[in-house]
């Protein structure tokens, strides 16, 4: 009997995107069926360029056309992305965002910039557009840990208004208050001053399409935090802790702001850094200088995914400080901890979209 499309899309039915829990018919995953005699070939649009399930899901589509269509075909499968959005009608703010995430802690010292600028640059490393904002205003790190300290942001005139352009590099777009003061002087402003800044890095900035925008919060709750969540509609939230038992304190502070009834963002996913300490010659080897099972402890808390750990080694605090983050080298052990947590992000960015309402802005009121 002939080969169909009919019959290669009823065999690929049968194939679930393991995350999503549905087939990827279904999921209009499948595009550009062709059938020509024996040969079969087809389009998988995953959900996201970082889909750790990739190559699991090719296989699973050339079996089900080989066991259900016909065993002598010859199957090419093209495998592409489109990282999912679940975005409400408001088009005014960052149109061309697809997904807004905050990167918190509930106190510093936990290497949440580090985590947010690692996350950004192997999120893009994987073909995906990523822009990353410091909202830390009164310690902005990036500047330093992209080699970005002298850089400017320039301008262009849209129409009667003069619109900041984002700085690039290593393939990310990024805006930082360290980027408009000399990074020698303290940023003295008060709350309104703060919270005007960040709204205007977001309705003044050209940003572009981008498949992920990344927020680096500063430590704690307060005006910035208010601001992002009234500002822009935020995807969801990763958590940064260590380890201890005193960091789990300051960040349970954090994940419950995040789950006032008024606010409603949904956590993606908790990331353990400073985990463990492996040397250099001993990789096999952990130590668990800070305790051990702190993040795993939280994540359970809240029901939420232990997204990565994140060793603590010399290497990430060199490169934070030399402005070539660790994500670039590709040879490292702290690469691939980074690599799997932006698999682990990107996931569960797409089961947050597929399975939750869509993002909106909230409305706060403050006495």
Not at 87 to 113: D, F, H, Q, T, Y
Not at 256 to 271: E, Y
């Amino acid at each position: 009997m002939s080969i169909t499309p009919e019959k290669v899309l009823k065999a690929l039915s049968y194939v679930d995107d393991p995350d999503l829990g549905k087939d990827l018919v279904t999921l209009n995953m499948i595009k550009d069926v062709s059938v020509d005699g024996k040969k079969v070939s087809f389009t998988v649009v995953l959900t996201t360029p970082a889909c750790p399930m990739k190559e699991q899901i090719k296989h699973a589509c050339k079996n089900a056309i080989l066991h259900m269509v016909d065993q002598e075909a010859t199957v090419e499968i093209n495998m592409t992305a489109e990282v999912s959005s679940n975005r409400g009608n408001e088009e005014k703010v960052l149109p061309g965002v697809r997904n807004i995430i905050a990167v918190a802690s509930g106190k510093g010292g936990v290497g949440k910039s580090t985590v947010a600028v690692n996350l950004a640059l192997s999120l893009a490393n994987t073909g995906a557009k990523v822009g990353l904002i410091d909202a830390d205003i009164y310690g902005p790190s990036i500047p330093q840990m992209l080699g970005l300290n002298n850089a400017r942001p320039a301008v262009e005139k849209v129409g009667e208004k003069l619109m900041i352009l984002p700085v690039e590099k290593f393939g990310i777009k990024t805006l930082s208050i360290g980027f408009l003061v000399n990074p020698d002087q303290a940023v003295v402003w008060r709350g309104p001053m703060v919270t005007s800044a960040l709204r205007q890095f977001v309705a003044d900035c050209i940003w572009g399409d981008l498949d992920y925008l990344i927020y680096d919060l500063p430590p704690g709750t307060g005006d910035v935090h208010l601001t992002l969540v009234q500002s822009v509609p935020v995807t969801g939230a990763i958590i940064v802790t260590t380890p201890q038992e005193v960091a789990l304190a300051d960040v349970r502070k954090a994940v419950s702001m995040f789950k006032l009834p008024q606010i409603n963002v949904p956590i993606l996913g908790v990331v353990e850094n400073m985990a463990y300490f492996s040397p250099s010659d001993m990789p096999e080897k952990k130590y668990y200088i800070f305790g051990q099972g702190g993040g795993r402890k939280l994540a359970d808390e809240y029901d939420t995914p232990l997204l990565g750990q994140i060793p603590i080694v010399e290497a990430i605090r060199e490169a934070g400080d030399s402005g070539i983050p660790v994500a670039m080298n590709e040879d490292s052990q702290q690469h691939a901890a980074f690599k799997f947590l932006a698999e682990t992000t990107a996931r569960n960015i797409a089961i947050r979209n597929s399975g939750l309402p869509q993002t909106k802005k909230v409305e706060i009121s403050v006495s």
